[in-house]
Structure formats: structure tokens, C-alpha cells
């Protein structure tokens, strides 16, 4: 049974950061190019960042310069350390897992940025 689960999403001021985490379970994580979603209220779905199977990370345009991927193959997880938070960055964030078009979603964590 394949599992990604999301943690440390929150309520956090703009300008500060935050920090979130997706552990995998029931994959050869190190094989999966890992991705990071984000949903706000009535928008699409939007890719924040990724890092491929080789470590190679790659990032929106909105994210670049604030936001940090990676991953860590032997505890199969994957990270995005997010910097000078903005209120726009308001959103459910998805961790997402994917070789080839075989892909897993995670449940979703919120992150709130308000004053």
C-alpha cells in the first residue's frame, strides 16, 4: 500500500517561513521523481517544485529564490522549505510521487499566510 503523508503545514505571518515534509512508504522512493503541489480556493492545482530521481530540483516561477526541495533516499522522504512567505502562497500543498505515469498523491497539507 503506497502512503505519502504531509506534515508541517500551519498558520504563519508574511515574510516568514515554514518548513514541509512528505514521508513515502510502499514505493522504491528513490526511483520516483517527487513533486510538490499547491490548491488555493476556486484555483487550479499548481506545480511549486520538484526534485527528479536524481536530485536535480526544479521550481515554479512563483517559488524560485524563496522555496527549497529535497529529498533524502534513505528515510524516503522529500522536503520544501519555504522562505519570505507571501499571503498568496495561502493553499492546500500535495506531496507527489511519480515514475513515468504512474503517480501518488498525498492527502494535503494547509498552509495559511496571514497577518
Known amino acids: 500500500q503506497v502512503q505519502l503523508v504531509e506534515s508541517g503545514g500551519g498558520l504563519v505571518q508574511p515574510g516568514g517561513s515554514l518548513r514541509l515534509s512528505c514521508a513515502s512508504s510502499?514505493?522504491?522512493?528513490?526511483?520516483?521523481?517527487m513533486n510538490w503541489y499547491r490548491q488555493a480556493p476556486g484555483k487550479q492545482r499548481e506545480l511549486v517544485a520538484g526534485?527528479?530521481?536524481?536530485?536535480?530540483?526544479n521550481y515554479a516561477d512563483s517559488s524560485k529564490g524563496r522555496f527549497t526541495v529535497s529529498r533524502d533516499n534513505a528515510k524516503n522522504t522529500v522536503s520544501l522549505q519555504m522562505n519570505s512567505l507571501k499571503l498568496e502562497d495561502t493553499a492546500v500543498y500535495y506531496c507527489?510521487?511519480?515514475?513515468?505515469?504512474?503517480?501518488?498523491w498525498g492527502q494535503g497539507t494547509q498552509v495559511t499566510v496571514s497577518s
Open positions: 526534485i527528479t530521481s536524481g536530485g536535480v530540483p
Open positions: 507527489n510521487a511519480q515514475l513515468g505515469l504512474r503517480g501518488y
Open positions: 510502499g514505493i522504491s522512493f528513490r526511483l520516483y521523481a
